[in-house]
């Protein structure tokens, strides 16, 4: 397993995941991928699909793929997302996290991204009442 975070950096993307988590139905998880060698687009769907992240109820899971070996990364909302978003949904939270990459800041780069999936999720995907937490937070390796 490769360990790209130390423990704080873990613990403070496990919180912002959950921070985002309590403004939207929506499901966020964080992957970081040691060895990836298909295109980071392909291989994103595919450990989206791995992770279960297409089994919400909602369809409205969001994936942030880290290769960081590559050094490339990608966004992905699962089909509930995309079907009320329009074109481009992502690129802010992408170009953030670029931003903050670019200054060797991975941890804070992708807290701010999940920050801005959170908030421009509960616009479409607002928490309900009985909301539950369909997916594990910690940030999955492969």
Not at 8 to 21: G, H, K, L, P
Not at 50 to 68: E, S, Y
Not at 76 to 91: K, L
């Amino acid at each position: 397993m490769i360990q790209f975070f130390n423990s704080e950096e873990e613990v403070a993307i496990v919180a912002a995941i959950r921070d985002a988590e309590r403004k939207t139905s929506g499901e966020v998880r964080v992957h970081i991928e040691k060895n990836c060698r298909a295109d980071v687009l392909d291989e994103t769907v595919r450990v989206f699909r791995k992770l279960d992240m297409h089994r919400t109820a909602a369809r409205n899971g969001v994936l942030l793929f880290i290769a960081p070996e590559r050094r490339e990364f990608a966004i992905i909302g699962d089909e509930g997302i995309n079907a009320v978003v329009p074109a481009g949904f992502w690129d802010e939270e992408r170009d953030l996290m670029l931003t903050h990459f670019r200054q060797g800041q991975f941890a804070a780069g992708i807290c701010a991204a999940i920050a801005g999936v959170g908030e421009k999720l509960k616009e479409h995907f607002p928490v309900a009442g009985d909301d539950e937490n369909e997916l594990p937070d910690d940030i999955s390796y492969g």
